[in-house]
């Protein structure tokens, strides 16, 4: 399955394994390039410039095959200056950097002149329309039912892929509930040239969440996800428990940031991913219900190519 996404990022295969703040780290996104798929590091996850440089270096040597950065762009994900970790990428020598939080439009003079290809993530279609008139490389988009961000306007997948594919001119990646091959074929045929897969990559042996955090993923229902944080304008789709309960109702009797945030520090922290526990929220997209066996991240994507290949040849046979 060559696309012009495979071609330009010099990939295998037409997936993208999504940026996952505390997870994407050099071992993670090594073993999904190993794999022969495009993945992110998650620069704003190493709060300090040495531990980032240690890291891209350590992923370097990890492997040979290409892969990204991700440089958050959402207000106050990051310790740093985009600028700095702009440098500290270019400086290591990462030829491709996404971008997602907001527009990309005051960094796109210093993302060019480090030569690297520029992909943009964004949850609505008209931000896909802009940043395609502004010359991104790769559009992606993720629909309502996606981990992490889903964007205000609760536009699903199905409705917003092949919409988004008809309006830019630059491939898209499409986001939001892919899974498996029959998924990444639905995925292309929507007129997307690529896939996002997140939340199916946290029951990975390689993904360094707690074993009881994978455990209950693979007890999760379609139902399991609920969007908190609608009311401070930064809407995130995450597990359903007790504690993403509690926020919403903060939320609903009119809590302000400054009243939530105690509550979100384990997922600022990252800590809660680390240690098994329940009281915290953990991001993950409505398709986790359908994640059923935890495996190493090239026996899955092998899993989803084979999967991909059966699917074409079903509907061939229509
Ligand atoms: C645990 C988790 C953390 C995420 N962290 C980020 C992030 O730091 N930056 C980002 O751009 N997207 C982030 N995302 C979104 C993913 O990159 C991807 O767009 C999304 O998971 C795709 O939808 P899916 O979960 O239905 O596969 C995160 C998603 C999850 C599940």
Redesign the pocket.
């Known amino acids: 399955m060559k696309t012009r996404i495979t071609e330009l990022l010099g990939v295998d295969h037409p997936i993208q394994v999504?940026?996952?703040?505390?997870?994407?780290n050099a071992e993670f996104v090594a073993a999904c390039a190993n794999a022969g798929v495009f993945a992110c590091m998650?620069t704003?996850m190493f709060p300090d410039e040495v531990t980032l440089r240690d890291e891209l270096a350590k992923a370097k040597d990890l492997t040979d095959k290409p892969f990204g950065v991700?440089v958050?762009l959402f207000p106050g994900?990051d310790a740093r200056t985009v600028d700095v970790t702009l440098d500290i990428v270019a400086e290591a020598g990462i030829k491709i950097i996404?971008t997602?939080?907001r527009s990309p439009q005051p960094h796109l003079e210093k993302i060019r002149q480090n030569g690297a290809i520029h992909v943009h993530?964004c949850a609505r279609l008209r931000d896909a329309i802009k940043v395609d008139k502004l010359g991104v490389d790769i559009v992606?988009i993720?629909g309502a039912?996606?981990?992490?961000?889903p964007g205000m306007e609760d536009v699903s997948t199905l409705v917003l892929i092949p919409e988004a594919a008809a309006s830019i001119k630059a491939p898209l990646f499409a986001?939001?509930?892919?899974?498996d091959g029959a998924t990444l074929v639905a995925g292309l045929a929507m007129g997307a040239e690529g896939v996002?897969?997140?939340?199916?990559f946290?029951n990975t042996d390689e993904c360094r969440i707690h074993a009881n955090t994978k455990e209950r993923f693979l007890r999760a229902e379609l139902t399991d996800t609920m969007v908190i944080q609608r009311s401070i304008h930064s809407p995130v789709r995450v597990l359903q428990n007790e504690w993403a309960l509690k926020i919403l109702e903060m939320e609903n009797s009119g809590a302000t940031l400054q009243d939530l945030l105690p509550k979100l520090s384990g997922q600022l922290s990252g800590q809660s991913w680390l240690t098994g526990g329940d009281d915290a929220v953990?991001?993950?997209?409505?398709?986790i219900g359908r994640v059923k066996e935890t495996l190493p991240i090239k026996a899955l994507v092998d899993k989803i190519i084979a999967e991909a290949g059966a699917t074409r040849k079903r509907l061939a046979a229509i």
């Open positions: 999504g940026t996952m703040m505390h997870i994407s998650a704003a991700n958050s994900h996404e997602a939080g993530k992606s993720v039912e996606c981990g992490g961000h986001g939001g509930g892919f899974c996002i897969m997140g939340s199916r946290l953990f991001p993950c997209g409505q398709v």
